[in-house]
Structure formats: C-alpha cells, structure tokens
C-alpha cells in the first residue's frame, strides 16, 4: 500500500534534442495541488521551435486543468480547439501521455506516444488498457494500483524510432525496451538512472545522432532514504558534544566532511580515523573510514566539486553515468545525494579558520558553497534542511 509517510514519489527525467535542433519538440512537467501529482509528456509534430511550442502549449494546458480536477474529457476537448489536427498530413499536432497519481491510485491517458512501461519487482506488469474516444481522439485509458517499489516509464517516440536506418532497422521495439530494462537493476537505481540509461542506449542505437527529440520521464515510489551531512565544526568549541549528540541521534546514512570536523568526531566517539587508500584523485583529496560514520571526506574542495557534479547533473541527466561508478570523494558523496538521497540534513559548523582567511576556501566561501548546494539539490525534489550551529 501506499504509506504517504515514507513513501516518496521520485521523478527522473532525460532527454536529447534531434540532431542539429537548438530546442526539443518533447515537453514534459510535473504539476501538484492538494496531494495529486500530475505528469504530463508531450511530442509535438516535428521538431524545431514550432514543435517546442505544440508540445509546451499541450503540457500545460492538461496539467494545469487536471491538476486542479477538470475531468479529463474537457481536458483534451480543450486541446483539441487549442490544437487542431494538421489537416494536410492528418496528424495529431502534439501527441500526449498524462499520469496521474493520487495515494496508491495511477490514472494513465495515453494518445499516440509509445505505450508506458510498468515495473513491478523488477519484471514489467501488464496492466489493463481501455480504449475510448474522447471527440475523434482515440485514447488509452488505465486505472493502476500502485505499491512501494513501482516504477513507471513513460517516454516520446524518439525512443522507440531509435537506431531505425541505423543500429536498428526497425527501431528499438517495446519488447527490447522491456527486456533491457529487466536486465537493469531498476530496484537499486533512481529514477533518474534509469531514465539516463534508456536515453543513452538510444544514443548508442542511433550512432551518437538521433533523428528525432527522445524523451524518457519515470516516476518511482519508493522509501525515504536521510543523509546526514556534518560540515565544519561548530562556531562555539562548548557546543561540539551537543551537535555531536544531535547529528549521531539522526536515522540515516552519516556524512562528515572536513579534516578539523574529522577530528572532532573522531574525539568524541574514540573511533580512530583510518585513511583509505587510493581513494585520491588529481582533483580531489583521499577519504578516510570511521566507525559508526558511512563517508569521511575533506571540506571545500570536494564539496565544491560534488556542486559541479550536481549542477551538470541538472543540466544534463546523462552526466550521471559518466560519474556514478567513479571512486573519488566527490563522486562518491555526488551519487548519494542523487542516486539514494530524500531527505539531507546538513548540519552546517559556523566556526571561522584563521589559516584560511582571505583565501578560495574561508568561511564565507564555505557558507556560500553550502547555499548553492542546498538550491541544486532543491531543484531535484531534495528536502534540504540546514541547521547552522
């Protein structure tokens, strides 16, 4: 069943413009009101700025009238007067494919985009598809209960048209898309992952050119997961057993980062610090190992580099690929708050180093760091909580 207090519904989304296109013909968006989530992806007809803005115009006119309860007849009776048929080639001007969520409950409408793909244990379900008109637009109805561990794919026609005149004459078939994602282990990845895993063998089908805008959003329920992050000690030596005790009293995975704050906690749990070899780059310094803490890392240098990571993450979902397998700290600590991360506390120490006054990495670097850390992982649906002590 779906248990609203730890069940959290993660979105993960990827996407490539068709070769030679400035801006995507796929739009997608994510749209909430008093506890029903509403995705929306659409294709519009073609490519280029003329597709960009078919698909935006549809996107937001059936999120923003689902979202706030319009039944879906007048929804797309609504798109339909917005966005006529072409009447030269008799096409849909944007095709569509909505899911709506509410508790347990998936209410999925599809028009013309390649079918949705459910996982269940790792295995795709097959789940009920009713078909109706709605005008002369004939859709896809289902009705899905949903439970902790489901994960939906929903994805433009750039997917399936991958490879086609290339890797794959026929294009990348719903029965190989299933069977790759089976292969996947889609229980241990994010959302994100596997969206950037479909889209990049998509990339690879088509030799690195696509020739159309492909477009994967997938939605996954899944547990809370809490990280931990201690930065710094705190600005009063007096107050370091209490946020100590604080920090140590937290569920969830443990994060410290910083020689000073290493210390620190290594004096107040009488755990030795134990360097980890080869866990140093070119760029960023070694870990080290601690009972009772998951990561030991240095301070600014790997968290300013973990923003990097994450920025280019938000970016451009692919980048997680490039990093995610990698040894050193910031990839590391990168991957967690992407890959596992909920719910991160950071537990921010005001306390000022003399030594580093003046320099790349003095305090109000530190605190400034932190900040623009917090609003990435923001954006990604993180909830972020910082305590300054």
């Known amino acids: 069943m779906f248990e609203p207090e730890i069940q959290f519904v ?56 689902l979202s706030r309860g319009v039944p879906i007849d007048a929804c797309i009776d609504t798109v339909a007067t917005t966005l006529p048929v072409c009447r030269m080639r008799k096409l849909a001007y944007s095709t569509f494919t909505v899911l709506q969520l509410e508790h347990s409950q998936a209410y999925l409408v599809q028009y013309y985009n390649p079918a949705a793909i459910v996982l269940r244990n790792g295995k795709s379900y097959k789940y009920q598809n009713n078909v109706r008109f709605i005008g002369e637009k004939k859709i896809h109805e289902s009705h899905i209960q949903m439970g902790k561990g489901d994960i939906l794919v929903l994805m433009s026609d750039g997917v399936t048209n991958a490879g086609v005149g290339k890797l794959a004459s026929e294009g990348w078939k719903r029965e190989e898309i299933i069977a790759f994602l089976e292969r996947l282990d889609t229980g241990k990845m994010s959302a994100s992952h596997i969206a950037a895993q479909i889209v990049s063998c998509c990339l690879s089908l088509s030799e690195n050119s696509l020739d159309d805008d492909t477009t994967v959003l997938v939605i996954k329920l899944r547990d809370r997961s ?18 100590l005790k604080l920090f140590f009293a937290k569920e969830g995975i443990r994060v410290v980062c910083g020689g000073s704050t290493a210390h620190a906690v290594s004096k107040f749990t009488q755990k030795p610090l134990v360097v980890i070899e080869d866990s140093r780059s070119d760029e960023i310094p070694g870990m080290a190992r601690m009972e009772d ?13 973990v923003w990097e990571l994450c920025s280019g993450y938000l970016a451009d979902p692919l980048t997680l690929l490039g990093f995610c397998g990698k040894k050193d700290a910031a990839s590391i600590l990168a991957t967690l708050l992407i890959e596992t991360a909920t719910d991160i506390n950071i537990y921010f120490g005001m306390a000022a180093n003399a030594a580093h006054e003046g320099t790349e990495i003095d305090f109000q670097a530190k605190l400034s760091l932190i900040k623009q850390l917090e609003e990435c992982l923001q954006k990604m649906n993180k909830a972020v909580k910082i305590s300054f002590c």
């Open 293 to 305: 803490v998951d990561y030991v890392t240095e301070g600014v240098i790997t968290l300013k580099k």
């Open 226 to 243: 809490v990280v931990n992050m201690l930065v710094g000690p705190p600005e009063n030596k007096e107050d370091d057993n209490r946020v």
């Open 10 to 65: 993660e979105t993960g989304w990827a996407s490539v413009n068709k070769h030679d296109e400035t801006l995507c013909g796929d739009s997608f968006k994510l749209f909430e009101n008093d506890g029903r989530k509403v995705f929306v992806l659409s294709d519009g007809l073609g490519s280029g700025v003329k597709a960009n803005i078919l698909s935006t115009l549809t996107t937001t006119i059936l999120g923003t009238m």
